[in-house]
């Protein structure tokens, strides 16, 4: 299996995985023509998608769905929650809800509720998990963390940045409540505590605003020391990755 990191961060997020000749994109937050730039640029093809998986209804993550849907002529998977909060925007699609697993070809998927401000899922796919939107560390992501090899987690924003920043103080606490996002810290806790088998962390979801890049090394190095990590780009696709 290969997970090409597309795009990370409210700008868009994006995420590529492809086995056995089979193609997903995990969310679409990009426009058409950038999402197969970018691929193109790792050396995938936009054309060999089979189909998209939406985590949730926020435009970084579906601003791209309906117009690679429709002109690919593809499905969009995705819960009925999640599909009507963003029915309207999408446009015409072929909707295929899911309620539990389900398979796109020989790609597997098992969706895992996080905790954010819609309803919204984290997705396992074989030995990778893609955990991002969520205020806190769900149970459902503790239960399923130990039997994989690489994870995409979000570590959206440094506590002392977000505090001192320039949002206004309900957003602030909208994005540190359980139902906003994750922290450096809380990430980094996370995989100290449950994650510390795996070969590979991505750290994604970064706040223009409220993280660095070097904060999240500082904090994630200091309780992790050797485990091998990627900090995702905001900007720019940030690699493909093999996992076993």
């Given at each position: ?15 590529l ?11 679409a937050?990009l ?7 970018r ?90 998990g ?77 706040s ?16 992790n ?20």
């Amino acid at each position: 299996m290969e997970l090409s990191v597309i795009a990370s961060g409210s700008n868009g997020n994006c995420y590529l995985v492809q086995q056995n000749g089979d193609s997903i994109l995990i969310d679409a937050g990009l426009g058409l023509h950038e999402t197969a730039r970018r691929l193109a640029v790792l050396g995938k093809n936009i054309h060999d998608i089979n189909g998209i998986v939406l985590s949730h209804a926020h435009e970084d993550h579906y601003l791209g769905v309906g117009p690679i849907a429709r002109s690919l002529h593809i499905p969009v998977y995705t819960s009925n929650e999640v599909y009507y909060g963003c029915k309207d925007r999408l446009g015409r699609v072929d909707f295929r809800p899911f309620d539990g697993p389900f398979c796109i070809n020989t790609i597997k998927i098992t969706p895992i509720e996080t905790s954010h401000d819609v309803p919204a899922f984290g997705f396992v796919v074989g030995r990778l998990g893609i955990f991002t939107d969520t205020g806190r560390v769900t149970d459902g992501m503790k239960d399923v963390i130990g039997d994989l090899d690489v994870v995409v987690l979000e570590s959206n924003y440094d506590e002392e940045m977000l505090m001192k920043g320039p949002y206004p103080v309900p957003l602030k606490q909208r994005i540190a409540s359980d139902y906003g996002h994750l922290s450096n810290d809380d990430a980094s806790d996370f995989i100290s505590r449950f994650g510390s088998h795996l070969s590979l962390v991505l750290l994604a979801h970064l706040s223009e605003k409220n993280n660095t890049i070097g904060r999240v090394k500082e904090t994630f190095e200091n309780l992790n020391g050797d485990l091998c990590y990627v900090v995702c780009s905001r900007y720019r696709e940030t690699g493909t990755y093999q996992i076993d």
